[in-house]
């Protein structure tokens, strides 16, 4: 998990008892929102941060969109240069979030959560452990066990079919990311879950800052699932975690 200079520096790993993130009484549904096609990471910021300022003025409902982008990097307000390999390889993109390096693009499922937590809990630690209870609640509807790391931030797989990493524990993959930036109390940015990205793609940064571990996908563990379906997913758990959800009004 990562965040901005807007929010709290630390926001340490919650117990996964830690799920619920329900809206007060008589907020209403979240907006959720699917957007066809790549988006450019220049439009997804823009829209962000209108509707960040709609849903800070009470004017908007709070959003989820859901993207894809073409294959870029984006640098978090930590990034740092030499975690860039190849910066040739793609456009890389001042993300304003929290965190690091991290790559997005095709196949890669990307959710923006824009919520008010004035109308749920002024706590970013519980929000991440929210966001983290919903990214593992998605892939246990695809049998894939998420787990999370004290010391790294994501949510992470074991591969006990690899060797075991240099410290003889067993090896593990990233298979999503976390990155948030907190507003007036709105929240900016959110997650990105590997479907079936192409993975070396990620060669050209290391990920988060984090060496020594891989990264995989849905696809890679041998899920073999449609973005519609994995989207179905994300919304049913989203639903459990945060509230219901209204589609967006076209």
Known sequence: MTTSSEAPPAI??????????????????????????????????????????EIAAGTAPETVLLVEHPPLYTAGTGAHDDDLVDARRFPVFKAGRGGEYTYHGPGQ????????????????????????????GTLDG???RGERREDRVGVWVQRPERPPAADGTIAEDKIAAIGIRVRRWVTFHGISLNVDPDLDHFTGIVPCGIRGHGITSLADLGILVSMPEVDTMLRAQFDAVFGDTANAQR
């Open 12 to 53: 340490p790993r919650l117990a996964t008892t830690t799920r619920r993130f329900a809206a007060r009484p008589g907020s209403g549904p979240v907006e959720w929102r699917v957007v066809d096609g790549l988006l450019p990471y220049p439009d997804a910021l823009e829209m962000m941060e209108r509707r960040v300022a």
């Open 109 to 136: 499922r990307v959710a923006y959560v824009l919520l008010d937590l004035k109308r749920r809990r002024e706590d970013v630690r519980a929000f991440v452990a929210a966001l983290e209870a919903w990214i593992i």
């Open 142 to 144: 695809f049998q894939v």
